[in-house]
């Protein structure tokens, strides 16, 4: 894969000194702008943390959420592959095979749509 064509969602060593080089700014930036606001340095530096915090929280909860509902990079990649594979089996069956696999499914369709015998 060239560099230039990049699909995933990989960091390089590049990007992630850049993205904490981006927050260490901002955290100084709102402490300044808390400053220009009115705040003592102390209660700048405060609310500044405050928000950091909750920054922190908030993309930990949604990593959690991804994890839970399995919708991480792992888990993608993993669908994909069961459905390549069960598409490349379907594709490799037989007209007799096909018939075969829709009778056991319409079978199946009716046991479940039967109603309980008492």
């Known amino acids: 894969m060239l ?3 990049r699909t995933d969602l990989s960091m390089r060593r590049i990007d992630v000194i850049g ?3 981006g927050v260490f700014l901002l955290g100084g930036g709102l402490y300044v702008a808390f400053r220009i ?4 340095g102390l209660s700048a530096g405060i609310w500044s943390q405050v ?3 909750a920054g922190l929280v908030g993309w930990v909860a949604t990593y959690l959420f991804r994890v839970v509902t399995s919708n991480m990079t792992y888990g993608q990649q993993l669908k994909n592959y069961e459905d390549a594979v069960l598409q490349k089996r379907l ?3 037989t ?4 018939a075969e696999l ?9 046991a479940e749509n ?3 015998s008492p």
């Open 91 to 93: 594709d490799e069956m």
């Open 114 to 116: 039967e109603p309980p």
């Open 51 to 53: 928000i950091f915090v």
């Open 37 to 40: 606001a009115g705040l003592d």
């Open 95 to 98: 007209p007799d095979q096909w």
């Open 102 to 110: 829709e009778a056991k499914l319409a079978a199946a369709k009716d």
């Open 19 to 21: 993205i904490g080089l």
């Open 3 to 5: 560099e230039g064509d």
